[in-house]
């Protein structure tokens, strides 16, 4: 897979692919995973050619920033992009509140035993950072993204007043690490492309991550925030692209759309896709991974993985040959918008 450099508007680059793993996985996210293999996975992207690497102090609660961590020290710190997030802080003295069984930001089957509290203050988001460079191990991020702060971790009735929180303090203090050159790049990483252009409008940002919003099953990205990051020279990670798995495993019984059972329509929708891509020999996985990589604000997709033969195996997906035929007809069908852009 070959990196390419993305040049930030204060001169500084990025190196990029357009795979890049995500670590939610590797803090324990619905299954605990061995520490051996959670550090074999990690390596395993390298090795695969991929340079992006994201995480969270949410994940685990700091569990995936300290794993990630003890991998990434042992590869060459400037062949690679290091994101995390801001908006969490840890308490190593309070034990975790127990997750609900329905929750919108999905629970953790292990992880550390600390209490997470959201801290959008400028005071809370240097702790946060403190807490992320101390749980690695690394000397710097390349990116910090706000985290969450969306409608659908914070409720309609609290986003106003968190937004404010946010812009007030997170971002002057992401905006001073930036000015410092502690940080290379800043931005949010939300689950909303409204909240995405609300930000994009509010400040100066360089790249924001974006959960769900712009797969192969819905594009409500590509009206408003996708041509304004293209405007603005905001790159774009994307996660989720698989809308928390239906796209990966098809329409089968228990698939999963936002977290929780998919409703009857979005499995309707997701099984004329898949019968598209049936009728040219293409894995479903295959054309939702690929489809979410050619939008030119896309810097990269961002992939969770639980062993290095699923990330070979997401390299391999994203150069698999796929019939240009294909997507014309789920355009025919109006599965996919017309003005999205598809592979050559």
């Not at 020279?233 to 798995?245: K, P, T, W």
């Amino acid at each position: 897979m070959l990196a390419r450099t993305h040049i930030l508007r204060n001169g500084a680059s990025l190196p990029v692919t357009p795979l890049g793993l995500g670590s939610a996985p590797l803090g324990d996210l619905f299954d605990k995973l061995d520490e051996t293999v959670a550090h074999a996975t990690v390596a395993g992207a390298f090795a695969a050619g991929i340079r992006v690497f994201d995480t969270s102090p949410h994940y685990g609660n700091g569990l995936a920033e300290a794993r990630c961590g003890a991998a990434l020290r042992t590869l060459p710190r400037d062949a690679i992009t290091v994101s995390t997030k801001v908006g969490r802080v840890m308490d190593p003295f309070a034990p975790p509140v127990a997750q609900a069984g329905d929750v919108a930001s999905p629970g953790f089957a292990g992880g550390f035993p600390h209490r997470a509290r959201f801290d959008y203050s400028q005071d809370g988001v240097m702790r946060s950072v403190e807490q992320s460079l101390l749980r690695t191990g690394l000397g710097r991020f390349d990116i910090l993204l706000i985290h969450d702060c969306d409608v659908w971790t914070q409720g309609a009735d609290h986003i106003d007043r968190v937004f404010g929180e946010a812009m007030d303090g997170a971002y002057r203090a992401l905006d001073r690490l930036r000015a410092e050159g502690t940080v290379g790049a800043i931005g949010v990483g939300v689950n909303e492309a409204d909240m995405c252009e609300r930000f994009a409008r509010a400040g100066d940002f360089d790249v924001m991550m974006l959960a769900g919003r712009y797969s192969l099953l819905e594009q409500p990205a590509l009206t408003r925030f996708l041509p304004l990051a293209t405007e603005k020279n905001i790159g774009v990670l994307l996660a989720g692209i698989f809308n928390s798995g239906i796209l990966a495993t098809g329409p089968v019984p228990g698939a999963r759309y936002n977290y929780a059972p998919a409703p009857p329509a979005v499995l309707e929708r997701v099984a004329a896709i898949a019968r598209i891509c049936d009728r040219h020999g293409v894995p479903l996985r295959h054309a939702a991974l690929q489809f979410a990589t050619v939008h030119p604000a896309v810097l990269s997709v961002v992939l969770g993985a639980v062993a290095p033969n699923e990330v070979n195996d997401a390299v391999a997906a994203i150069a698999a040959p796929i019939p240009p035929a294909l997507w014309s007809d789920l355009r025919s069908a109006g599965l996919l918008d017309a003005a999205a852009p598809t592979p050559a």
